[in-house]
């Protein structure tokens, strides 16, 4: 005995019911935007059926997420240099990620949190005396995930200088790289000229609107939520000791932010080699493993193009900046021949 498959109720939506569900027919609103119960009595069925069909295709007309785009003339050098100082940092010489968190606040909460019990969350008083707003300069070390920082009660240049003297006595008789954003404190006249008399210092600035190239947001993202944001302060001076003391815990277990390198495997063919194209398709599949292709005329074997393929995975977001540099650092090495530059490209990824 087999039993039959149980007759189902036939569909009555088509696709072109389908896409007006989907709102590619139906009116822009003004105020407001779709909901189920609203674009169902548009079209002329139930809330249910809408709220299935967006289920399927994934819209979700609540939700809207933002972006922006940078109009800095000098984006792209900017995004290589500051791409290049992690990827390939200067010998001899420390990255530093520094920005300033600014007006910090320090609120007391009227009534004592209430702890998180079964069913429900943690709970805190929605009304709060604020006591202050310090700000707090940080200098995250790219290559060992360590942070130097200070509070200070206003952000303006003369903080800002005081800050870089602590970093010259922290790291005496270095040269120091210093990956900032472009805050006019950063480039006031007198920072140009303490700047100017420690030329072991070099500032490397983000392009605009681009701030999200600095790790030290990252770390600031992190201070926040941990100790900052569910926390509880009577005065200025609490807030700075609790933060300086989450502070001194990182570094107890600090920790690069960057991956470890991907293991690479490096294939050079010319142009219409489809049999070693498999062969690098074929080590992109294993694992995590990065195929690098280097294509180029064998007429002219100089001219070089990089192409990669990456399985899905954490390092396949990060080829195009690998190409950038890789591309970058070949036009640098005219001094040797085709061969010496791909063993070269090797050694420094």
């Known amino acids: 005995m087999v039993r039959e498959p149980r007759r189902q109720r036939p569909k009555t939506i088509g696709c072109s019911r389908k896409g007006d569900i989907c709102a590619e027919k139906c009116p822009i609103l003004r105020n407001g935007h779709w909901s189920a119960r609203r674009l169902a009595k548009e079209v002329g069925l139930s809330s249910a059926t809408v709220h299935r069909i967006w289920q399927k295709y994934g819209l979700q007309p609540h939700?809207?997420?933002?972006?922006?785009?940078?109009?800095?003339?000098?984006?792209?050098?900017?995004?290589?240099?500051?791409?290049?100082?992690?990827?390939?940092?200067?010998?001899?010489?420390?990255?530093?990620?520094?920005?300033?968190?600014?007006?910090?606040?320090?609120?007391?909460?009227?009534?004592?949190?209430?702890?998180?019990?079964?069913?429900?969350?943690?709970?805190?008083?929605?009304?709060?005396?604020?006591?202050?707003?310090?700000?707090?300069?940080?200098?995250?070390?790219?290559?060992?995930?360590?942070?130097?920082?200070?509070?200070?009660?206003?952000?303006?240049?003369?903080?800002?200088?005081?800050?870089?003297?602590?970093?010259?006595?922290?790291?005496?008789?270095?040269?120091?790289?210093?990956?900032?954003?472009?805050?006019?404190?950063?480039?006031?006249?007198?920072?140009?000229?303490?700047?100017?008399?420690?030329?072991?210092?070099?500032?490397?600035?983000?392009?605009?609107?681009?701030?999200?190239?600095?790790?030290?947001?990252?770390?600031?993202?992190?201070?926040?939520?941990?100790?900052?944001r569910r926390g509880s302060f009577d005065s200025v001076g609490r807030l700075e000791r609790a933060i300086m003391r989450w502070l001194a815990h990182w570094n107890e277990n600090a920790q690069p932010f960057h991956s470890p390198p991907a293991p690479i495997s490096l294939v050079v063919f010319s142009a219409g080699g489809l049999i070693a194209f498999e062969m690098a398709q074929q080590l992109s599949m294993e694992g995590q493993k990065v195929a690098l292709l280097i294509l180029f005329d064998p007429s002219e074997p100089e001219t070089a193009n990089f192409k990669g393929l990456c399985s899905p995975g954490r390092y396949s977001t990060n080829l195009e900046v690998l190409f950038s540099f890789m591309s970058r650092h070949w036009n640098n090495l005219q001094h040797l021949n085709f061969q010496e530059k791909c063993k070269h490209l090797l050694e420094r990824i």
């Open 63 to 228: 939700r809207v997420e933002t972006f922006k785009f940078s109009r800095d003339p000098q984006f792209d050098a900017k995004l290589a240099d500051i791409v290049a100082l992690y990827l390939d940092p200067p010998e001899r010489a420390l990255v530093l990620c520094v920005d300033e968190k600014s007006q910090i606040q320090a609120l007391n909460r009227t009534q004592p949190a209430l702890p998180m019990w079964p069913g429900l969350p943690a709970r805190m008083t929605h009304d709060y005396p604020r006591h202050g707003t310090p700000s707090l300069f940080a200098a995250l070390e790219v290559a060992s995930g360590k942070v130097h920082g200070r509070c200070f009660k206003r952000h303006t240049h003369l903080e800002f200088i005081a800050f870089l003297e602590s970093l010259a006595r922290r790291y005496p008789r270095r040269e120091l790289h210093l990956i900032c954003d472009n805050y006019g404190t950063h480039k006031h006249p007198a920072v140009r000229q303490w700047l100017a008399a420690h030329p072991h210092f070099h500032l490397h600035f983000t392009p605009t609107s681009a701030s999200w190239l600095n790790l030290v947001e990252r770390w600031f993202a992190l201070i926040t939520g941990q100790a900052i």
